[in-house]
């Protein structure tokens, strides 16, 4: 099976940077996803990673490390708009396609 | 493109009734997705089609619940009966064999 572990919820500061953490546990591996999720709203794509590393695109990266089932989202130069949920989402290994089980996601407030 | 289109946005009904929730992919994309998100369980995986063909059905709750795809432009996803605990928002997310499940606006169930 799979278990994929986030934390509930995080706050930080406008401005500041946040790490939102990722764990997970599953009996292969075929990518890791970031979606954002605005209260009220569908979920929208962040992230992909593969392959051991850091992906960075504009203010937000994500790593991963393969060896240790971690991945964190980080966001840095915090804005309002960035107050949402982040999901951590897994592709299925049992399966060659784009099935994905995702963690019930960090809930992220962003004071001013 | 008007990215995916599911309707009704908001549906509220007794329990007992029949629910029909519809949902119409970005053209050219060839995965459907039908997901479930309560507050309680997160996002979670129901059904799949891949070219209109369901791939997997091990996320549907019972025999409650029904999905269909006739053709490459229209999926439904039924209920019959309804009862109180079937209250979520139902999304649809749609794909071309990438990256990036592309989510629509939702449907938000409530059973009464």
């Known amino acids: 099976g799979q278990n994929i572990d986030q934390p509930t919820e995080m706050t930080a500061t406008e401005g500041a940077i946040v790490q939102i953490n990722c764990t997970y546990q599953?009996?292969?591996?075929?990518?890791l996803f970031w979606y954002q999720q605005h209260a009220g709203e569908a979920p929208t794509f962040l992230s992909y990673?593969?392959?051991?590393g850091l992906e960075e695109k504009g203010r937000f990266s994500s790593f991963l490390s393969r060896s240790k089932g971690y991945s964190y989202l980080l966001l840095k130069e915090l804005q309002m708009k960035d107050s949402a949920s982040y999901l951590c989402?897994?592709?299925?290994?049992?399966?060659?396609?784009?099935?994905?089980?995702f963690g019930t996601g960090t809930r992220l407030q962003v004071f001013p | 493109d008007a990215g995916v289109i599911q309707s009704p946005r908001h549906e509220v009904t007794e329990m007992g009734q029949e629910v029909t929730l519809r949902c119409k992919p970005i053209s050219g994309h060839d995965y459907l997705f039908w997901y479930r998100q309560t507050m309680m369980r997160g996002l979670e995986l129901l059904i799949y089609?891949?070219?209109?063909?369901?791939?997997?059905d091990s996320g549907m709750p019972e025999d409650r619940f029904s999905a269909k795809m006739p053709n490459a432009s229209f999926s439904t996803l039924k209920i019959q009966p309804s009862e109180p605990r079937d209250s979520a928002v139902y999304f649809c997310?749609?794909?071309?064999?990438?990256?990036?499940?592309?989510f629509g606006p939702g449907t938000r169930l409530t059973v009464l």
């Open positions: 997310a749609t794909t071309k064999q990438g990256i990036e499940q592309f």
């Open positions: 089609f891949n070219n209109n063909v369901p791939i997997d």
């Open positions: 990673n593969v392959l051991d």
């Open positions: 989402a897994v592709r299925d290994p049992s399966y060659n396609t784009d099935k994905l089980i």
């Open positions: 599953t009996s292969g591996f075929n990518g």
